[in-house]
């Protein structure tokens, strides 16, 4: 059964609220969203009943769709599915972890709050869990997940999906037009190709436009870090009008003004997936977990059409990120084991051999485990792209980021709890940008005075 019901949702959290654990907290975290709606899917039966915050990705509703397998395993444990977006499932998790709301069992979040978030003593240790599991094995995930899920050796989350970004591009355009893609293409040469495409009347590239620190901060962050840039120097001092940042933003800005998808100010990876997927576009930068969606023949009219590409470069050094959606047990929640029961369900082993049989392998959540590319259907449909996968996640390198040293850690963000509020507010600068409605040096200008103020206490 599902059902649909008004919530409380939206904006970001500032470092008081992040932080706060008070009921003053609470009502500050609270005062700031915004309303909107999220989905409900509800299971049936009587016992044990988690509710489950989710991102409302494919790969998630895939297993919303299999929950009822889990519910025939476990008879006594029914989930409750809160589905949102990226942006609001994130502002309403963080909302509810950060003032011990207690509202959800189980939480999706990533490698950006689970350090800080363990720290803080909001989550629950999953290490007891896993070891008293047969079979789980917790040292077939990628070690980079696992290093920035864990706190003093220990994991308080688990990765359901890992990620890096690479370059995905039609081979078969590439070839009529005679073009030669790199194994590790430059930015420059992403623009040439670009051109080249978009003069033949279609999209030569998709790139996030949409505000959002998860949004079109991930790859903007990326060639950022690859121009030389940095958001602060050792001493927290903001970095953002800097001539590398200024560079790397402006060939950001131009190359999507110039050659990609339409509305760009408001599209985000959802958007550039289907424009992709469609046949719309020659090349995307973005997530490789995109494979999941542009490899299913059921969905993706370029299914098996599509090659892939390093992250590019500027200065030749790997830049793709690093990123997980991962699931977590808040400290409040009631139902400890049946919430572990139903996250070990979600991350085994055979919860991913599942989802290729029932849903077809294309569907397998990537870059988590490195089983899952040993499975024989999922290592010949992923030979195209699975070994950059893990090529692209193990070349990370999120304790140093960039060129020059720095104080922060993290490649696509800055793992500290201002990140949530400042990436939101740069991003949407440059969101601004991008639709004409500033120029870059202003967008830059903005956003250093963002930065500076969150340094100014770093430095005090």
């Given at each position: 059964m599902t059902r649909r019901r008004d919530t409380r949702t939206g904006g970001t959290i500032s470092r008081r609220a992040f932080l706060a654990g008070s009921a003053g907290g609470a009502a500050l975290a609270l005062a700031g969203c915004a309303t909107g709606t999220d989905q409900l899917f509800s299971g049936g039966g009587s016992g044990t009943r988690i509710t489950v915050a989710i991102v409302s990705n494919s790969q998630m509703e895939d297993a919303i769709s299999l929950s009822y397998l889990f519910e025939q395993e476990h008879p006594g444990i029914h989930p409750d599915f809160v589905s949102l977006p990226e942006n609001e499932a994130r502002a309403k998790i963080t909302a509810d972890v950060s003032t011990q709301g207690g509202e959800f069992d189980v939480v999706m979040i990533s490698n950006y709050e689970t350090p800080m978030w363990s720290a803080n003593g909001w989550l629950a240790n999953l290490q007891p869990y896993i070891n008293a599991t047969p079979g789980y094995d917790a040292q077939d995930f990628l070690p980079q997940l696992r290093a920035t899920l864990s706190h003093q050796g220990d994991l308080y989350s688990v990765p359901f999906y890992g990620e890096s970004s690479f370059l995905m591009y039609r081979k078969d355009l590439m070839a009529k037009y005679g073009i030669t893609m790199p194994d590790k293409p430059t930015w420059k040469q992403v623009d040439q190709i670009a051109e080249t495409i978009h003069s033949k009347g279609l999209v030569g590239i998709c790139m996030r436009g949409d505000p959002g620190w998860g949004e079109n901060l991930a790859p903007m962050d990326t060639v950022i870090n690859s121009y030389g840039g940095r958001w602060f120097d050792p001493q927290w001092q903001a970095q953002l009008t800097s001539s590398e940042v200024t560079h790397a933003v402006s060939d950001y800005v131009s190359l999507v003004q110039k050659y990609g998808e339409p509305g760009a100010p408001a599209a985000g990876f959802s958007e550039c997936a289907t424009l992709y997927s469609q046949g719309d576009a020659a090349m995307w930068y973005d997530a490789t977990s995109a494979v999941s969606t542009i490899e299913d023949p059921a969905s993706s009219k370029v299914a098996g059409k599509n090659g892939y590409a390093w992250a590019p470069t500027q200065d030749g050094r790997p830049s793709g990120w690093l990123y997980t959606?991962?699931?977590?047990?808040?400290?409040?929640?009631?139902?400890?084991?049946?919430?572990?029961?139903?996250?070990?369900?979600?991350?085994?082993?055979?919860?991913?051999?599942?989802?290729?049989?029932?849903?077809?392998?294309?569907?397998?959540?990537?870059?988590?485990?490195?089983?899952?590319?040993?499975?024989?259907?999922?290592?010949?449909?992923?030979?195209?792209?699975?070994?950059?996968?893990?090529?692209?996640?193990?070349?990370?390198?999120?304790?140093?980021?960039?060129?020059?040293?720095?104080?922060?850690?993290?490649?696509?963000?800055?793992?500290?709890?201002?990140?949530?509020?400042?990436?939101?507010?740069?991003?949407?600068?440059?969101?601004?940008?991008?639709?004409?409605?500033?120029?870059?040096?202003?967008?830059?200008?903005?956003?250093?005075?963002?930065?500076?103020?969150?340094?100014?206490?770093?430095?005090?």
């Open positions: 959606w991962s699931l977590a047990i808040p400290k409040t929640c009631q139902h400890k084991q049946a919430a572990w029961d139903f996250i070990s369900w979600m991350t085994s082993k055979s919860y991913i051999k599942t989802v290729g049989e029932k849903l077809g392998w294309s569907h397998v959540p990537p870059g988590s485990r490195f089983s899952s590319y040993q499975i024989p259907q999922y290592k010949k449909l992923s030979s195209v792209y699975g070994p950059l996968t893990l090529q692209s996640i193990n070349a990370t390198n999120s304790a140093h980021p960039c060129l020059q040293p720095v104080p922060y850690t993290g490649v696509q963000f800055l793992d500290i709890p201002e990140f949530q509020d400042l990436g939101t507010n740069v991003s949407e600068q440059f969101s601004a940008a991008i639709a004409g409605s500033q120029s870059v040096p202003s967008a830059l200008s903005q956003a250093q005075k963002y930065a500076q103020a969150v340094g100014q206490t770093y430095r005090k």
